[in-house]
C-alpha cells in the first residue's frame, strides 16, 4: 500500500472526476481481482481450518509463523526491491499475498463457528460494498482524512503489539471497534485515491496494470482487515 503511494502519489484534488468508460475500465478491473482474491483466500482459509492433515501442518508446526508473517515480509522487500514496478512483479506480490493470507485465515475457521464467519462476511462485504460507492462518488477530497487514517494504522499496529504481552480483553475491544473505523475510512480513501490515480496515469497502459494490482491488493488488505476486526466483535466463539 505505501509502495503504491510512493510510485503513484495523490492527483490533484481539480482532476477531472466525470465517469467515463476507461474510468470504469480501470475501477472494474480493480474490483474484479480484489473479488477474485477473496475467492481464492477464502477457499485456502477453508482448507486451512477444515482439512486435517493441512491444519495440523499450518497450525501444528512452525510453518504457521512463515505463513502469518511472509505476507507482511513481503510488503515490506517489495518497497526495496519494486524501484521500478512491473505489472508482472506486482501481479505476481498480490497473488503471493493473497494465498499467504488465505492459509493463515484458516485459523477462524478453528475459532470460530462457520455459521458466524459466514454471516460476519457478508456483513462485511456490504459495508464495504457501501463505502467503497461513497469513495468513489463523494466530490470531497479525501488525502487530509488519509493521512489521519495512517496515523491511527499505525496506532493499532503498536496497541496490537503490546496487547500480545498483556491480554486485555478490553484492549482487545476497543483495538477492533477502532480498527472498523479505521479500515472502513481506508476502503473510501483508497477507493478515492484508485480515481486521482487513473486521470494522473494518462492513458499508461502498463502504468495502469501496475496500479490495478496495487489498488487490488490495498482494498483486499483493508476488506481482510475490516473482516477480522467485525469478527472480534460479532463472532460465535466454537
Known amino acids: ?56 501442518l499450518i497450525f501444528g508446526t512452525p510453518l504457521f509463523f ?18 521500478n514496478p512491473s505489472p508482472a512483479g506486482t501481479g505476481l506480490l498480490y497473488w503471493s499475498i493473497v494465498a499467504l493470507m488465505g492459509l493463515s485465515l484458516g485459523s477462524v475457521f478453528l475459532v470460530y463457528t462457520d455459521v458466524s464467519v459466514v454471516r460476519t462476511f457478508f456483513i462485511t462485504a456490504a459495508a464495504f460494498g457501501a463505502l467503497a460507492l461513497w469513495g468513489y462518488t463523494t466530490k470531497k477530497d479525501l488525502t487530509g482524512f488519509g493521512s489521519f487514517l495512517i496515523m491511527g494504522l499505525f496506532g493499532l499496529i503498536i496497541a496490537s503489539l503490546v496487547n500480545m504481552f498483556f491480554k486485555s480483553d478490553m484492549m482487545s475491544f476497543i483495538i477492533s471497534v477502532v480498527g472498523v473505523l479505521v479500515f472502513s475510512g481506508l476502503v473510501a480513501f483508497d477507493t ?33 482487515n475490516l473482516f477480522q476486526m467485525l469478527l472480534s466483535l460479532l463472532g460465535d466463539r466454537e
Open 66 to 83: 512463515v505463513v502469518a508473517f511472509a505476507p507482511l515480509v513481503l510488503l515490506l522487500g517489495a518497497g526495496f526491491v519494486m524501484k
Open 1 to 56: 500500500m505505501n509502495q503504491y503511494a510512493r510510485n503513484y502519489g495523490y492527483a490533484p484534488a481539480k482532476a477531472d472526476m466525470a465517469v467515463d468508460a476507461g474510468l470504469r475500465a480501470f475501477m472494474v478491473g480493480v474490483f474484479n481481482k480484489m473479488a477474485l482474491g477473496l475467492a481464492v483466500s477464502g477457499g485456502l482459509a477453508w482448507v486451512a481450518g477444515n482439512v486435517a492433515p493441512v491444519t495440523q
Open 192 to 224: 478515492q485515491r484508485l480515481k486521482y490515480t487513473y486521470y494522473e496515469l494518462g492513458g499508461d497502459q502498463r502504468g495502469m496494470a501496475v496500479a490495478t494490482n496495487y489498488g487490488a491488493l490495498s482494498l483486499y488488505i483493508n476488506f481482510i
